[in-house]
């Protein structure tokens, strides 16, 4: 059975750093695209960055030279580092499996941009 588990959300002051982390289990983590998703309160999803097998990388225009996302296939871990942030990036934060669509999900784990 597919696992995503993130973690590392948190409270922090705009310009300030984060990364998260999402652990995965279930599948063969080094054959899949990844991506981060978030949703903002009262707003729908919105694709943050994906990393396919090769290590190509997308990132929407609002994250672009802020965020980085990276996987380690040998912990099978996704990672988003996350820097100079905004209130505007706040939300819950998802990471998923990415097949054409996003298929799997995992709980999500809150970040909040507030001084």
């Known amino acids: 059975e597919v696992h995503l588990v993130e973690s590392g959300g948190g409270v922090v002051q705009p310009g300030g750093s984060l990364r998260l982390s999402c652990a995965a289990s279930g599948f063969t983590f080094s054959s899949d695209d990844m991506s981060w998703v978030r949703q903002a309160p009262g707003k729908g999803p919105e694709r943050v960055s994906t990393?396919?097998?090769?290590?190509?990388?997308y990132y929407a225009d609002s994250v672009k030279g802020r965020f980085t996302i990276s996987r380690d296939n040998a912990k099978n871990t996704l990672y988003l580092q996350m820097n100079s942030l905004k209130p505007e990036d706040t939300g819950l934060y998802y990471c998923a499996r990415a097949r054409g669509y996003h298929d799997y999900w995992g709980q999500g784990t809150q970040v909040t941009v507030s001084s």
């Open positions: 990393i396919n097998t090769g290590a190509y990388t």
